[in-house]
């Protein structure tokens, strides 16, 4: 769909089958409003399929959405732009924290070069089947199909290839990730000394993150994951949440990958002047993304926007994904109703957008790294919300005395 056709197709989330959702709970063997937030975010994704009980939480997928900044060059992060690469490289590899923890979660992983700086090296493919998750390289279980296989020809990227030359799924190394190449340029421009990026690059990367979600729910993905790899991005992504939640540059700028306090009073100079002069409007949110960048937070809220277009649920992982999530709420209101919070990251524009948002994090473990390793630790929460309406007894079915 065209990001036209993908915001009319959002809706709101259906009051009724909330309502049935709300009720059950009611007659499950446990004290009401025993399970907690569980309760709320199980009535939530009842809205959001309009169905009670709503479908199973698999299979499974996260997309890590891969871009270079041209803030870099401002001195925002330790890191040198090349880590990205390498680290997609780690991705495809299977030897990334996103891996162990999708192999963990039994959730399959894409990643996405949306606008990589540097040539990625793609490993070998050792035994390309090995990124199925029913093979030894990964837990078996249920939401280990076959057809959300990053292995598969799904991952071949037609439908996300509106962006420009995009590439076939790569080869898959043992446990490791699928990738498609959609760059749109190789890096965002340098957000302090003018736009990011152009209003044509925005609306393709856009489009790779619609054709992208729309891939991964076409090959059976029930819940979708957000994830992100680009260095320097938590600048960019500080600058869109105080954009959209209207806080300032030192209220929602943070350490990122852990800069010291000279490198951190720099980036939010940084961020306090593109402020200024970019004066963004949060009533065009693709106008944000323009000064702003980055091109992984363009396919970010495009893939959550399809998303909600698909009423399927899409779980929020760190600072950057929660900052796409706020361009995509400005867009489309409704696509609130898909959001899950998966955790509250360290940075502190994460919090700042999630309150903005009025999303709670399922868990907040301290962490700050993003590639949806938070998302992932969230989603056995969220597939055990749903389960519990699928599977716990009523006091009538199991003969236990109501109080
Ligand atoms: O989202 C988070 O919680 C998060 C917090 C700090 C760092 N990161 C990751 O670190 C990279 C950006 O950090 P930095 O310091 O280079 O801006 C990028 O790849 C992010 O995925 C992510
Ligand atoms: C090593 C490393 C891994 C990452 N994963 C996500 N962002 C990252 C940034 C760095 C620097």
Redesign the pocket.
């Known amino acids: 769909m065209t990001l036209t056709e993908t915001l009319a197709a959002i809706g709101p989330a259906d009051e009724e089958a909330m309502a049935q959702a709300r009720a059950l709970h009611g007659r499950l063997t446990k004290p009401a409003g025993s399970l907690g937030a569980l309760e709320e975010l199980s009535v939530r994704l009842a809205g959001l399929a309009g169905a009670c009980p709503p479908p199973l939480a698999a299979p499974a997928a996260v997309a890590v959405f891969a871009g270079d900044h041209g803030v870099h060059a401002q001195g925002v992060?330790p890191?040198p732009q090349e880590?990205?690469a390498?680290?997609v490289t780690?991705f495809l590899a299977g030897g990334?924290?996103?891996n162990a923890l999708a192999r963990q979660a039994g959730a399959t992983v894409r990643v996405v070069d949306v606008g990589v700086a540097t040539p990625i090296a793609v490993p070998d493919a050792a035994n390309p089947d090995a990124a199925d998750l029913d093979s030894d390289s990964g837990p078996a279980g249920p939401t280990a199909a076959g057809p959300t296989s990053a292995a598969g020809p799904t991952s071949a990227a037609g439908p996300t290839g509106a962006a420009g030359p995009t590439g076939a799924a790569g080869p898959v190394a043992p446990g490791g990730a699928a990738l498609v190449s959609a760059a749109v340029r190789a890096g965002t421009r340098d957000l302090s000394t003018g736009p990011a990026l152009t209003p044509d690059e925005v609306l393709a990367a856009v489009r790779v993150g619609v054709g992208t979600a729309e891939d991964l729910i076409d090959a059976g993905a029930a819940v979708l994951l957000t994830g992100?790899?680009?260095?320097a991005n938590t600048t960019a992504a500080a600058a869109l949440v105080a954009a959209f939640t209207g806080a300032g540059a030192a209220e929602v700028t943070g350490r990122g990958?852990g800069v010291d306090d000279p490198t951190y009073r720099r980036k939010v100079a940084v961020v306090r002047a593109a402020l200024d002069r970019h004066r963004p409007d949060p009533g065009d949110p693709l106008g944000v993304l323009a000064a702003f960048g980055g091109l992984e937070h363009a396919a970010l809220a495009g893939f959550i926007l399809a998303a909600a277009a698909r009423r399927t649920p899409v779980i929020l992982d760190g600072v950057s994904t929660v900052a796409a999530a706020l361009v995509a709420v400005a867009l489309a209101p409704d696509a609130r109703a898909a959001l899950v919070a998966g955790h509250r990251s360290v940075e502190p524009g994460a919090a700042a957008g999630l309150r903005h948002l009025g999303l709670d994090p399922l868990i907040d473990l301290g962490m700050r790294?993003?590639?949806g390793?938070g998302a992932l630790l969230a989603l056995p929460v969220l597939a055990a919300a749903v389960r519990v309406l699928h599977e716990v007894a009523t006091f009538d079915s199991a003969g236990v005395s109501e109080k």
Do not use: C, P, R, Y
Request: hydrophobic content about 45%; charged content about 10%.
């Open positions: 992060t890191w880590v990205t390498q680290m780690n990334a924290v996103v992100d790899m680009g260095i990958t790294l993003g590639e390793s």
